[in-house]
């Protein structure tokens, strides 16, 4: 019995293993394709800026007089912008990452411009101070006004064609969080969610039933709560959580509690805290 029981881990470890480096290297997949189109917008992007300050400079020095006219080099265009053609791939990159954190994106994001505003200025008056010579005010007076606009414009640019989409990148990160890993007899072993019947408080650990085998895991079931994939389980009682995909049947007795049958026939506590929570989830389930 404790050969089939160590078997059946070890093959429980080896699917979940062979399923988690499929799913980080689609995720890793969709990350390459982002900074890939990060990139790619903004070269394009720039070329043309900068192709057609070019030749908005010169059709201006075609139609003026000899002493009017500005007879900058025919690269003045990119020693003014080229460097952001290393800084808004950054922004995006950055504005891309707050996105996916979903949290405090206003605070992160005005972030993110200040430093980028910070870092424009700083790198365009050192090369303009030991390329051009040209002094580090004049730099300042010249370009302050102009990069808070370009900081926008990238950032609308951001928002209409990189803006992460929350559908494949959300995808494997839900898949990421598919199990649940447990230290059995030295080894470290990944339960996948699906098979997961119930989670029940048990003092300082969290009993993990599934069909086969009750497993210990060392932390509260507050700590595992916070960590499971969204509409997966439901608290019925303090002590406990269940798959709710695997919910049989609800019983609410007349003193109001309950209990929760499961698709192994067990019955798990339903208290009258938690009875609202679960018969809504479950009428708008079905």
Not at 147 to 159: E, G, K, S, T
Not at 161 to 189: M, R, W, Y
Not at 229 to 257: A, E, M, W
């Amino acid at each position: 019995m404790d050969d089939r029981a160590k078997n059946l881990s070890q093959e429980i470890a080896n699917l979940c293993s062979v399923s988690k480096l499929s799913m980080v290297s689609g995720l890793r997949a969709a990350m390459d394709k982002q900074i890939h189109k990060e990139w790619q917008i903004s070269s394009i992007g720039w070329s043309v800026v900068i192709l057609f300050l070019t030749t908005i400079d010169a059709f201006y020095d075609l139609s003026v007089a000899p002493e009017d006219q500005l007879n900058n080099a025919w690269y003045w265009a990119i020693q003014e912008w080229g460097l952001w053609f290393i800084i808004t791939p950054l922004l995006f990159r950055a504005l891309s990452l707050i996105e996916q954190q979903k949290r405090h994106i206003t605070t992160f994001s005005l972030i993110a411009c200040i430093g980028t505003f910070i870092i424009a200025m700083g790198a365009q008056a050192i090369f303009d101070l030991y390329a051009l010579n040209d002094p580090i005010p004049y730099t300042f007076l010249y370009f302050a006004p102009l990069h808070p606009l370009v900081i926008f414009v990238n950032i609308y640019l951001w928002q209409r064609l990189i803006k992460p989409k929350p559908s494949q990148l959300d995808v494997f990160q839900a898949e990421q969080q598919a199990c649940i890993t447990v230290e059995h007899n030295g080894q470290c072993i990944d339960i996948p969610y699906a098979e997961i019947i119930q989670f029940n408080s048990a003092s300082n650990y969290v009993e993990i039933c599934t069909v086969q085998k009750t497993w210990l895991k060392r932390a509260t079931l507050k700590e595992v709560e916070a960590n499971l994939p969204d509409n997966t389980f439901i608290r019925t009682h303090r002590s406990h959580l269940v798959n709710i995909k695997l919910i049989k049947k609800v019983t609410i007795k007349p003193s109001g509690s309950g209990y929760v049958v499961m698709s192994n026939d067990n019955a798990v506590a339903l208290s009258k805290a938690h009875k609202k929570a679960v018969k809504t989830f479950l009428q708008q389930a079905a």
